[in-house]
């Protein structure tokens, strides 16, 4: 994890309220950038700072050639507000590679199951890129609110098959993503799944992955304030507390976790 | 050549008046990852408890204005890890190390003060009683003067190395507090710990932190500090350390001059991680521009008309 200042190359909105932004850094990182892998994104820029805090974004794709960085991000706020203005040119301070990332399945010539929701589809189509070009068959199930609202799909197009589900029907089945996975539940095909999104989404996934025997992780997004364990404002429940009832942090022992391995809350 | 930063913190002699605040730097672990942690004027860790303290339900943050509310809850791991496993990585540094101290009774501070004081390399005890965010203990110990002087009394008496006693901004009179305290045997105090608040999610209707309330920190609390600051530096002989949304070195200034020795520095460090060597770098410079040539010139040096 190094902190420094990027520039952006690109800002382009791709929804009304979604939008991607590339950046170049200055040197390389000093570690790999993992999907799943998250950036503290300073939002205050160099004179003042409010708002006070980072916003943890996570990859949405890195090509170390050109140490180009890239994130779709959804504005909620103020802070994803300033970075939804930010212009080709502009400086950005960047903070990461930080926390745990995917693993990768352990045996080639497996299928991957991927299940995203809204804006936890960006760290998705950065996994179904890499899964993809290490020879793992992709099947993204990609869950938005409706026609207008849906991103990625030409990329994710690119490294697998896809499916879509809008919650108002506009686009692909009629529904959110879960019921999607449904389909997939007996499906004997996929051996390894990965999934993000909101809340809800996840303790869903739980109730239907819960008792399933092959691997499933999950990446979690919890308010934080450094990014790098010091704040412990990130702590989720271990579901077995062992040893010594000791809790878990969505920044350096997640964001992804095994499906199982923590509490599912706010 | 002397050095320009040094300072004397009571007993202590620090190479520049900068070091974390209790809570934003854990145990100092994630940052000697980033950072040279022996530049720094001392390093104060975690509130330690007797028992490994889960602490509150999250949300545990909220940003708001220039700031945030931090409702942590004193999480850490307890008495003994702390002193097996995470102050001894730390007394090689040779800077002082110092141990904020937490508690649901007297019967705890007594008990943590005596274990941590007997650590080898461990200079000074920060005795917590202004944590806003636990039921007991913490800020009931802080809130009434004659409490507060006992608690101090308390842990001076077992304690192997100097005190100095955290107050709160949550009390009417903090200068009654502040000279209890100096009565009752306390080597220094640290101010301010965060001032409480909250925060609401006017959709779900609900407080944003899972505690309903917590401490507000940030550059948004700074004004207030500096005063709190200024009106104990009046009343009391004992060092202050300062403290209160310092993100600069022009803060640090600030609050020297209104009386503290020694500064800290919290919630920006998760702003900016590299935020004290940065601070510490930009000192010398300013002392140059201000035209002074030793940081202890500046230490009250507030002209009042």
Known sequence: ?????????????????????????????????????????????????????RRPISVCAFDPLTQTLRFVIRRVGRGTTILEQLRPGDPLEVFGPLGHGFPYPEEPNTHALLIGGGVGIP?????????????????????????????????????????????????????????????????????????????????????LLGQDQRPVYVSLEKRMACGIGACTAC??????????????????????FRLGEVELDV | MSNP???QLGSLSLQNPVMPASGCFGYGQEFARLYDLSQLGAIVVKATTPQPTQGNPTPRVAETPAGMLNAIGLQNPGLEVVCQQLLPPLVPLGIPIIVNIAGASIADYIEVAQVVSQVPGIAALELNISCPNVKQGGLAFGADPDTAATVTREVKAVSAVPVFVKLSPNVTDIVAIATAVEAAGADGLSLINTLLGMAIDIRR???????????????????????????????????????????????????????????????ANFVDPYILPKIIADLPPLLTELGVSSITELIGGLKLA
Request: with cysteine; aromatic share 6%; glycine share 8%.
């Open chain 1, 235 to 256: 702590t989720c429940k271990r579901q077995h507390p062992e040893p010594e009832n000791r809790s878990s942090l969505v920044c350096t022992d997640g964001p992804v």
């Open chain 2, 205 to 267: 209707r609900q407080p944003i932190l899972g505690n309903i309330v917590g401490g507000l920190s940030g550059p948004a609390v700074k004004p207030v500090a500096l005063r709190l600051v200024h009106q104990v530096y009046q009343a009391v002989s004992i060092p202050i350390i300062g403290m209160g949304g310092i993100t600069c070195a022009e803060d640090v200034i600030e609050f020297m001059l209104a009386g503290a020795r020694a500064i800290a520095v919290g919630t």
């Open chain 1, 123 to 207: 760290p998705l189509l950065y996994l179904a890129q890499e899964l993809s070009n290490a020879g793992v068959q992709v099947t993204a199930l990609l869950g938005f609110r409706s026609e207008k609202e849906v991103f990625l799909l030409d990329e994710f197009s690119r490294w697998g098959t896809v499916e879509i589900a809008t919650d108002d029907g506009s686009l692909g089945a009629c529904g959110n993503v879960c019921d999607l996975l449904e389909n997939h539940l007996t499906n004997s095909h996929w051996s390894i799944a990965y999934a993000c999104g909101p809340l809800p989404m996840l303790q869903r996934l739980e109730v």
């Open chain 2, 5 to 7: 930063l040094a300072v």
């Open chain 1, 1 to 53: 994890m190094l902190n420094c200042e990027a520039q952006v190359i690109t800002n382009t909105p791709l929804t009304a309220s979604v939008f991607s932004l590339t950046l170049r850094l200055p040197f390389a990182p000093d570690s790999q950038v993992t999907p799943g892998q998250f950036y503290m994104l300073k939002v205050s820029g160099n004179i003042g700072l409010d708002p006070l805090l």
